[in-house]
């Protein structure tokens, strides 16, 4: 129909970053951790970073790679824009090592298209997030968890939150264990685009 993958990631990282402040109050000042995956749940997490450090929260992003690996157009252009702010540290890279703490982490590692076995460096960052005390927020759906089934890969991230984008993913009603508390945010997808609406 012609709407932007753009102004879905948009919308989607502003409404992730409302249903955090929505939970925990205040952000300012409190540090926030964000992984981001190569794909379109890392664009997610990318425009997450952005709105964070305009709530004047102090956070590090994790690209879980090289930039140049960075897959779609839209993920790349939100890049763009994160390495013109000073507001946001960014880490780039394979690395393993997370040696910071952290008042809330942001899950944006691999969303809804996980296929087969989690590998390095994605791995370590998800035993990484499990470890922590912080406050774990999985953007769309847990990294490792296949919305239609509730299956989990060989490794999963265990949310506190889970703010998932347009409509409930059927497989993760069951998996509270692994998804906490569910919030559906709209997007601003038109009903039109349902398959078998139009």
Not at 80 to 99: A, C, F, H, W
């Amino acid at each position: 129909m012609g709407f932007l993958r753009k102004f879905m990631m948009e919308n989607a990282g502003a409404a992730a970053v409302r249903c955090l402040v929505d939970k925990v109050g205040d952000i300012s000042s409190k540090k926030i951790l964000v992984f981001a995956g190569l794909g379109n749940n890392g664009g997610d997490a990318l425009v997450i970073s952005r709105h964070l450090a305009g709530y004047g929260a102090v956070v590090t992003l994790v690209l879980l790679g090289s930039q140049d690996k960075i897959k779609t157009e839209e993920s790349r252009w939100n890049w763009q824009l994160l390495e013109k702010m000073s507001s946001v540290r960014l880490i780039t890279g394979d690395t393993t090592q997370y040696p910071f703490d952290a008042d809330v982490i942001v899950d944006g590692i691999l969303g809804t298209g996980i296929a087969g076995t989690i590998r390095e460096p994605y791995t370590s960052a998800i035993l990484f997030i499990n470890k922590s005390k912080a406050l774990k927020l999985a953007v769309d759906v847990p990294s490792g968890l296949d919305p239609d089934t509730g299956n989990t890969a060989n490794i999963c991230v265990k949310a506190d939150i889970t703010v998932t984008f347009h409509k409930m993913k059927v497989g993760m009603p069951k998996r509270k264990d692994m998804c906490g508390q569910i919030f559906v945010e709209k997007i601003g997808i038109p009903p039109e685009a349902e398959v078998g609406v139009l």
